[in-house]
């Protein structure tokens, strides 16, 4: 089914460009502006030391979340336990939250009181 106007659309007024914004040849000018972008904020994730998990339980919490080789979580996992506390990772916000809920799940299934928290990177 068609249906017809029976009179025109009005287009909407144009207002008249500035002078300035029109070169000498009669074409607009329109000036380039790039635009920077700010990378997001990194969050790190923060394991705790506690004197019931583990260190085996850490290394394999590191290395399943983490991606980290058997070394490396190894020398973070006693850093955490030396240190009390020490960085697994540096992530985007929704990302480290998401860690840090895969950390905190996996540790209340096995029944170890692991703690894990993200905070902003200064």
């Not at 287009?11 to 500035?18: D, E, M, Q, S």
């Not at 972008?37 to 850490?58: A, G, K, R, W």
Request: one cysteine or more; aromatic letters at 6%; charged letters at 20%.
């Amino acid at each position: 089914m068609k249906f017809m106007a029976t009179t025109p659309p009005i287009p909407a007024p144009v207002p008249a460009p500035t002078p300035p914004s029109w070169d000498e040849g009669g074409s607009v000018v329109l000036e380039r502006r790039t635009q920077k972008t700010q990378p997001p904020q990194m969050y790190q994730v923060v394991m705790l030391n506690d004197d019931y998990t583990p260190m085996e339980f850490v290394v394999v919490v590191l290395q399943e979340f983490f991606n980290k080789d058997r070394e490396a979580a190894t020398q973070i996992m006693l850093k955490i336990h030396l240190d009390g506390k020490g960085v697994c990772g540096v992530y985007t916000r929704d990302v480290a939250a998401t860690k840090v809920d895969q950390v905190l799940e996996a540790a209340h299934k096995a029944g170890h009181p692991l703690q894990c928290l993200s905070e902003p990177v200064e």
